[in-house]
């Protein structure tokens, strides 16, 4: 595939976010809690989306800006949500 046609496949939020910042404005990676999820999957993901320097995974939710987890475990597990707030 090109890379027009992988843009393609790209979330709309992301399109915007990748335009209107650069890498360069970044000071620091985003810390990330992944709950179950595979922290090979969110590598991955970020591999191809070029981001794989700006995150950083923790395993101390309090450290976490971001807390990653599916909307079936958050439905499931109303704690991780009470925790994201």
């Known amino acids: ?3 027009d046609q ?7 939020a992301y399109k915007k976010a990748s335009s209107n910042v ?3 404005q970044r000071i620091s990676p985003v810390h990330v809690y992944t709950y179950n999820v595979l922290e090979a999957d969110l590598f991955q993901v970020a591999e ?3 981001l794989e ?8 939710v309090g ?3 971001v807390i990653l987890a599916s909307s079936s475990e958050l439905k499931q597990n109303p704690s991780i949500r009470r925790l994201g707030k």
Not at 53 to 59: A, K, R
Request: aromatic content about 4%; proline content about 4%; cysteine-free.
């Open 1 to 3: 595939m090109s890379d």
């Open 6 to 12: 992988d843009e393609d496949f790209l979330p709309t």
């Open 22 to 24: 650069s890498k360069s």
């Open 48 to 50: 191809v989306m070029g």
């Open 53 to 60: 320097e700006d995150i950083e995974v923790t395993d101390d």
């Open 63 to 65: 450290k976490a800006d």
